[in-house]
């Protein structure tokens, strides 16, 4: 009679599954796909997400209608056109719902939602347990990545004092670009994404912060995607990647990877903040079918996800070194370096 470490172990190696250390339940993801294969499931699944979400951040003391009908007043569709590239197509993998949004990120209510649902969601993060709420969450969760960045350049032997240029891929709204800004003073980030809703906003927020500071900020916004940025080869000193990885295929991750590698000088680093498969806190997860449920509402190519071999991927893409640092109980750092 086989264990439930073995059985797990023999089905994960059936199904082309490349664990990394990590330990999943194959039968139970493969019982949840099939139910969000079944629309009604999927919706009510979607619409408990959402409700949690906006509960957690009402917890935390934040006031999300409020918020949003402050956001709402905005002129977004002359904020869309001054954004928008008309030339830019859309992956079919980025039309599908996600995050539950019936159009993912392609839409407004994701995008003026997007702070507050980072808060609510990341407010878990530096508890190993996932029971104390933090509303610092989302802020301790991005200075964790640059602090990791630091720790692996240096190890790396990576020259930190040389990054001036740095491309963050699959910005959003911009809090990852933020963070960089802050990470490293004097840097100039490029921030890239698919959604020009997002970067409207992002646009917007930056606005707010230049009024309020006095200064303009070293940040730029380009529509377009990850895979094929347009941007110049050899330009830049670091590229961001921030919990983006999870929410693609495979192969688009991978073409992300060849992307970032053809816009970094030599030196240059690649920079990956993701969740930890390997983690006890998603093994505990992916261990219990209310819990996977809940996660993979939101997040339809997280099976994927979940077999990537980064490092692997990375050296596939051309890096040279590849460094891995814990981040958070449920999150991981990776630094690659093209020689």
Same mark, same amino acid.
């Given at each position: ?8 172990? !023999? ?12 330990? /999943? ?16 499931? /999927?919706? =009510? ?68 939602? !997007? @702070? ?17 709420? &933090?509303?610092?969450? &989302? ?14 350049? =240096? ?31 004097? =840097?100039? !980030?490029?921030?890239? &994404? ?6 409207? !906003? ?26 094929? @940025? ?6 830049? &000193? ?6 983006? =990885? ?94």
């Amino acid at each position: 009679m086989h264990t439930r470490r073995s059985l797990r172990r !023999v089905a994960c190696k059936a199904q082309g599954v490349r664990t990394s250390g990590a330990e /999943f339940n194959p039968l139970l993801m493969g019982a949840v796909e099939a139910l969000f294969k079944f629309p009604p499931f /999927f919706d =009510a699944a979607k619409k408990n997400a959402r409700s949690m979400i906006v509960k957690r951040y009402e917890s935390l003391g934040g006031d999300w209608e409020g918020a949003m009908r402050d956001l709402q007043a905005q002129d977004w569709e002359a904020r869309f056109k001054a954004v928008e590239d008309p030339a830019v197509t859309y992956p079919s993998y980025y039309t599908q719902p996600f995050h539950a949004y019936s159009k993912g990120n392609l839409c407004w209510e994701a995008a003026l939602e !997007v @702070t507050m649902a980072a808060q609510s969601v990341h407010a878990l993060v530096m508890d190993p347990r996932g029971k104390q709420l &933090d509303p610092n969450g &989302d802020a301790r969760l991005r200075s964790s990545y640059s602090a990791r960045i630091h720790e692996n350049m =240096a190890e790396l032997g990576a020259d930190r004092s040389g990054v001036r240029r740095i491309v963050d891929l699959g910005c959003a709204s911009g809090l990852s670009s933020r963070e960089l800004l802050r990470a490293f003073p004097g =840097a100039e !980030v490029t921030g890239v &994404d698919l959604s020009p809703y997002f970067l409207a !906003v992002g646009r917007y927020e930056q606005e707010r912060r230049e009024a309020a500071g006095g200064r303009p900020e070293a940040l730029r916004w380009v529509h377009g995607a990850a895979e094929s @940025t347009g941007l110049a080869a050899g330009g830049a &000193d670091l590229v961001s990647m921030c919990l983006v =990885a999870h929410e693609l295929p495979v192969e688009a991750t991978k073409a992300i990877m060849r992307e970032a590698h053809r816009l970094l000088r030599p030196g240059g680093v690649m920079c990956i903040m993701e969740m930890n498969p390997a983690s006890p806190v998603f093994q505990r997860i992916f261990s219990n079918p209310f819990a996977y449920t809940a996660f993979k509402s939101t997040e339809p190519w997280l099976q994927e996800y979940i077999s990537l071999d980064m490092p692997g991927a990375l050296r596939e893409a051309g890096f040279a070194q590849v460094v891995t640092r814990e981040s958070t109980p449920r999150h991981k750092t990776v630094t690659a370096l093209k020689q």
